[in-house]
Antibody
Framework: QVQLQESGPGLVKPSETLSLTCTVSGGSIVNYYWSWIRQPPGKALEWIGYMYYTGSTKYNPSLKSRVTISVDTSKNQFSLNLSSVTAADTAVYYC???????????????WGKGTTVTVSS | EIVLTQSPGTLSLSPGERATLSCRASQSLSNSYLAWYQQKPGQAPRLLIY???SRATGIPDRFSGSGSGTDFTLTISRLEPEDFAVYCCQQYGGSPKTFGQGTKVEIK
């Protein structure tokens, strides 16, 4: 079955760019939407944004000015870049596959285990 | 933005008991676009329910979801040892997608 694995630095300095990659195995990245979600310590999950395999994207307005999600179909991977990070961006970051419900809305049916990113100098 | 409020924050129950978890939305969810997830430390969140009441593939029938509009419920009919975890709801009909803060089901 499809599995997702997040990878990237566990420590990022303030004002720098956080970069993570999600590798999709056991299935193709084609024909699906793919999301990034994060969970700061002790807080609720927060949807960051999603991307279709063609490259079209939609972002959470609260993060839109700092977020870029991109895809590499040849590697079956998609990536997250979050610029100008602060301590508030410290969180567990998850990637997930979006599956369509009726009416063209999507829920997250497969998730990675998450990777912890700490923003600190 | 649609705010989801879950209650209670913590539910202390024994194996074999029934668990009833609530998720209330700040505005009506069209077509009941609500999902429930199970979270355990170090594991990937697991989809349990989508569309408010449809069980995801492989989910035991002791898990059931109900509700519409602004009030939704996840019921675990008889708690198994592996069910003690955090459960969160998510709406995916509004933008941005949002999550509740979670309900922890702990062993009494």
């Amino acid at each position: 079955q499809v599995q997702l694995q997040e990878s990237g630095p566990g420590l990022v300095k303030p004002s720098e760019t956080l970069s993570l990659t999600c590798t999709v195995s056991g299935g193709s990245i084609v024909n699906y939407y793919w999301s990034w979600i994060r969970q700061p310590p002790g807080k609720a999950l927060e949807w960051i944004g999603y991307m279709y395999y063609t490259g079209s994207t939609k972002y959470n307005p609260s993060l839109k000015s700092r977020v870029t999600i991109s895809v590499d179909t040849s590697k079956n991977q998609f990536s997250l870049n979050l610029s100008s990070v602060t301590a508030a961006d410290t969180a567990v970051y998850y990637c997930a596959r979006e599956n369509p419900d009726i009416g063209g809305y999507y829920y997250m049916d497969v998730w990675g285990k998450g990777t912890t990113v700490t923003v600190s100098s | 933005e649609i705010v989801l409020t879950q209650s209670p924050g913590t539910l202390s129950l024994s194996p074999g008991e029934r668990a009833t978890l609530s998720c209330r939305a700040s505005q009506s969810l069209s077509n009941s676009y609500l999902a429930w997830y199970q979270q355990k430390p170090g594991q990937a969140p697991r989809l349990l329910i989508y569309g408010a009441s449809s069980r995801a593939t492989g989910i035991p029938d002791r898990f059931s979801g109900s509700g519409s509009g602004t009030d939704f419920t996840l019921t675990i009919s008889r708690l198994e040892p592996e069910d003690f975890a955090v459960y969160c709801c998510q709406q995916y009909g509004g933008s941005p997608k949002t999550f509740g803060q979670g309900t922890k089901v702990e062993i009494k």
